[in-house]
């Protein structure tokens, strides 16, 4: 399912509204950065990306699928922002990114 989500700018901390595909509490969207063609995964809750720099929209799914059950995304953001699930989110998505 697509729909419009608020994402946080992490240069200037403003809220921008993109299109996403959204699952579970996480949504896969296009860089918020013109210049930039990656793929990125965000919390909606936070609106905070978890990994942004996918080159293919395939690994971010991947990705999605890698972390779908470590937490339950749809909870605010003080409750998923640990320093094990951060951990972990940063191992997978270094994994998926290196097997292109």
């Known amino acids: 399912m697509k729909q419009l989500i608020k994402i946080t ?6 809220k921008r509204e993109i299109l996403a595909e959204i699952f579970s509490g996480l949504a896969i969207h296009r860089s918020i950065e013109k210049w930039q063609k990656t793929w990125a995964v965000t919390h909606i809750k936070s609106g905070y990306a978890l990994y942004q720099y ?9 990705f999605v699928r890698q972390i779908a059950d470590v937490t339950d995304w749809t909870q605010c953001q003080s409750r998923v922002t640990t320093p094990a699930i951060a951990t972990l989110c940063g191992n997978a998505a270094r994994s998926i990114v290196k097997n292109v």
Do not use: I, N, S
Not at 9 to 14: A, I, N, P, R, V
Not at 54 to 62: C, H, S, T
């Open 9 to 14: 700018d992490g240069l200037t901390g403003k």
């Open 54 to 62: 996918f080159p293919l929209k395939r690994q971010a799914k991947e």
